[in-house]
Nanobody, 112 residues
Framework: QVQLVESGGGLVQAGGSLRLSCAAS????????MAWYRQAPGKEREFVAN????????YYADSVKGRFTISRDNAKNTVYLQMNSLKPEDTAIYYC?????WGQGTQVTVSS
């Protein structure tokens, strides 16, 4: 059974930064790709970023490109999302995803 636990969310002012973490247990993630998604109030869940097992190539939604960075530490079985220059429209619950598995989410709120 794979478990994904996100952390690092919180309240930040526009222009600020947060770093989200997703710690995995139950499976070594080094051979698998990982992704971050988010869901804002009243909206559908949307793709944010993903990273392959090697970490060599990353992909981002256009709305976060240049501001967010996804990375991974396979030794710690953890994936990160560094979020800079945050905007109020980034407010959402952020979820980590691995295959069919989802974490419980962490709330990010950006005030204007």
């Amino acid at each position: 059974q794979v478990q994904l636990v996100e952390s690092g969310g919180g309240l930040v002012q526009a222009g600020g930064s947060l770093r989200l973490s997703c710690a995995a247990s139950g499976r070594t993630l080094s051979s698998y790709g990982m992704a971050w998604y988010r869901q804002a109030p009243g909206k559908e869940r949307e793709f944010v970023a993903n990273i392959p097992s090697t970490g060599s190539t990353t992909y981002y939604a256009d709305s976060v490109k240049g501001r967010f960075t996804i990375s991974r530490d396979n030794a710690k079985n953890t994936v990160y999302l560094q979020m800079n220059s945050l905007k109020p429209e980034d407010t959402a619950i952020y979820y980590c995803k691995h295959g069919a598995y989802w974490g419980q989410g962490t709330q990010v709120t950006v005030s204007s």
